[in-house]
């Protein structure tokens, strides 16, 4: 003991221990399971590309009133399911039901307009009737007139030089041209008679045009007051807000007696006919990636299934693109960022129990299949 104590004093170091054959053995199994692991590792990663920025989606339909007004009922709760068709929101239509009673009568009124214009082109037309009909007959007592005149004509120069060798006397003669001058006479009024039946025939055509344009007025309001009240018809539906589709309502923040404003969203509706995955993957990695590529899905809410989905689309820009305020690297600072491109990603014979109890928003893992 006491020379071990001296050789230590004089700097001897202790001989150490050799490492037995096991340590050598269990070191290369580490290295040899670190080496397979690697490269299957590297191997699944140059076939599959993952992301957990996923999310589920699905159709959301907004609740929006296309008139303004006061809510009078509030049909459905925060969450409850509808059926397309279901009533939502009712307003107050008392405004509504005052403006079709108001079309309506406007309606009535010009329907009476169209029926005075038509009297009034029935007495037009038969006016003009029978204003041709006069000139018709003014034409034929004319012609008669005319015959009458040359006859009297022919017998007053017949007479003229039966008169000259007293052959008649001159009573006869006197008589004969008193019969001329009244047949020209006759004659006259016969032809100024025509001429008012003329004058009347224009006037009464004129009336008849008037009274057409007033037919195509009375037709031009008749319809605009049937539109009037199509559209008072169509705001009185208005205050009635039913459900487009068959879905979840969101919370509900309307109550009876607030007014809303036409065009305003008032709350949203949840589809449920289909539900789909948005997986938002980084630029990098969506080059091997090609729509119809299977993908198997995991859900946070059911971590202990797998489901298989299949690649529908690829977003036609990056999610920042579509900001309320997109990125605008062309001033300030520029520092580069990899971009994550949405991919639309449905589910293949996806069980209708799960797809009900799925909800917008849940996170999913994906990993799509490259080969």
């Given at each position: 003991m006491?020379?071990d104590?001296?050789?230590f004093?004089q700097?001897?170091?202790?001989?150490?221990?050799?490492?037995?054959?096991?340590?050598y053995?269990?070191?290369a199994?580490?290295?040899i399971?670190?080496?397979?692991?690697?490269?299957?590792?590297?191997?699944?990663?140059?076939?599959?590309?993952?992301?957990?920025d996923?999310?589920i989606?699905?159709?959301?339909?907004?609740?929006?009133?296309?008139?303004?007004g006061?809510?009078?009922?509030v049909k459905?709760?925060d969450?409850?399911?509808?059926k397309?068709?279901?009533?939502l929101i009712?307003?107050?239509?008392?405004?509504?039901?005052?403006?079709?009673?108001?079309?309506?009568?406007?309606?009535?009124?010009?329907q009476?307009?169209?029926?005075s214009a038509?009297a009034?082109?029935?007495?037009a037309a038969?006016?003009?009737?029978n204003?041709?009909a006069a000139v018709?007959?003014?034409?034929?007592?004319?012609?008669?007139?005319?015959?009458?005149v040359?006859r009297?004509q022919?017998?007053?120069?017949r007479?003229?030089?039966?008169?000259?060798?007293?052959?008649?006397?001159?009573q006869q003669y006197e008589q004969a041209?008193?019969?001329?001058?009244?047949?020209?006479?006759?004659?006259q009024?016969?032809?100024?008679q025509?001429?008012?039946?003329?004058?009347?025939?224009?006037?009464?055509?004129?009336q008849?045009n008037?009274t057409?344009?007033?037919?195509?007025?009375?037709?031009a309001?008749?319809?605009?007051?049937?539109?009037?009240?199509?559209?008072a018809?169509?705001?009185?539906?208005?205050?009635v807000?039913?459900a487009?589709?068959?879905?979840?309502?969101?919370?509900?923040?309307?109550?009876?007696?607030q007014f809303?404003?036409?065009?305003s969203?008032?709350?949203?509706?949840v589809?449920?006919?289909?539900?789909w995955?948005?997986?938002?993957?980084?630029?990098?990695?969506?080059?091997?990636m090609?729509e119809?590529?299977?993908?198997?899905?995991?859900?946070?809410?059911y971590?202990?299934?797998k489901?298989?989905?299949t690649?529908?689309?690829?977003?036609?820009?990056?999610?920042s693109?579509?900001a309320?305020?997109?990125?605008d690297?062309a001033?300030?600072n520029?520092?580069k960022?990899?971009?994550?491109l949405p991919?639309?990603?449905?589910?293949?014979?996806?069980?209708?129990?799960?797809?009900k109890?799925?909800?917008?928003?849940?996170n999913?893992?994906?990993v799509?299949?490259?080969?």
């Open positions: 006491a020379q104590n001296i050789k004093e700097g001897e170091v202790p001989a150490k221990k050799k490492k037995g054959p096991i340590f053995i269990i070191l199994i580490i290295a399971a670190a080496i397979f692991f690697g490269v299957r590792e590297y191997q699944y990663g140059q076939a599959h590309e993952e992301t957990d996923a999310q989606a699905a159709d959301i339909s907004p609740v929006i009133s296309k008139i303004s006061y809510v009078a009922e459905v709760k969450n409850q399911y509808v397309k068709g279901d009533t009712v307003l107050d239509n008392r405004d509504q039901k005052m403006a079709v009673s108001s079309a309506e009568a406007a309606l009535g009124t010009a009476s307009n169209i029926a038509q009034g082109s029935a007495a038969s006016g003009i009737n204003s041709r018709q007959t003014a034409n034929a007592q004319i012609e008669a007139a005319k015959v009458n040359w009297t022919q017998d007053v120069k007479y003229s030089e039966l008169v000259k060798d007293h052959s008649i006397t001159q041209l008193a019969a001329y001058q009244t047949a020209e006479k006759q004659l009024v016969l032809v100024d025509k001429n008012q039946a003329n004058v009347q025939t224009g006037v009464v055509t004129s008849s008037a057409s344009q007033q037919i195509g007025v009375a037709n309001q008749l319809k605009q007051r049937q539109v009037d009240v199509e559209n018809k169509l705001n009185l539906s208005y205050t807000i039913t487009k589709e068959n879905g979840y309502v969101s919370k509900i923040p309307v109550q009876v007696g809303i404003q036409a065009g969203q008032l709350f949203s509706i589809l449920s006919n289909q539900k995955v948005i997986a938002n993957y980084k630029e990098t990695q969506v080059e091997k090609v119809g590529q299977k993908v198997e899905i995991e859900i946070d809410a971590p202990d299934q489901f298989q989905g690649i529908s689309s690829f977003s036609p820009a990056t999610g693109a579509f309320l305020l997109p990125p690297n001033s300030g520029f520092v960022v990899v971009q994550r991919v639309k990603i449905t589910f293949d014979n996806l069980n209708p129990d799960i797809m109890k799925l909800r917008v928003g849940m999913v893992k994906t799509v299949s490259l080969k």
